[in-house]
């Protein structure tokens, strides 16, 4: 699926920070921890905690965020519908590693195993 530019542009200038007290909410309200969220986010990433508060710190764009990112070589494995949008049909490579994120956020949200959220 192709993006239109406008939201890309928007997309790639957006602080990872704005959406980060968001993803904590979301998985908080379900039962989660920020720690099982950190967890993800690694996993994706490898990021650690450091990094991540660096990011944070700096109101990283998401941009300069993924491109600082050590992707997972099992990230292509996340699948499915986020926004009405499956994130494997996702062209643009940046808009699809923030829809990865926010799969992995949905399905920490959702209860689902950390193993199975994983991949392994």
Not at 86 to 101: A, F, G, N, T, W
Request: with cysteine; net charge neutral; charged share 35%.
């Amino acid at each position: 699926m192709k993006t239109d530019e406008k939201t890309l542009t928007r997309v790639y200038r957006m602080p990872f920070s704005a959406v980060y007290p968001h993803y904590v909410t979301k998985v908080e309200k379900k039962g989660r921890t920020k720690a099982e969220l950190h967890q993800v986010i690694r996993w994706l990433t490898g990021f650690d905690d450091i990094d991540l508060e660096r990011h944070l710190e700096r109101e990283t764009p998401f941009e300069a965020f993924f491109a600082d990112a050590r992707l997972n070589s099992n990230a292509p494995l996340i699948t499915g519908v986020v926004c009405g949008v499956r994130v494997e049909d996702i062209e643009d490579p940046v808009m699809q590693k923030v829809r990865y994120l926010d799969k992995l956020v949905d399905e920490l949200a959702r209860g689902k195993s950390i193993e199975k959220i994983l991949r392994s």
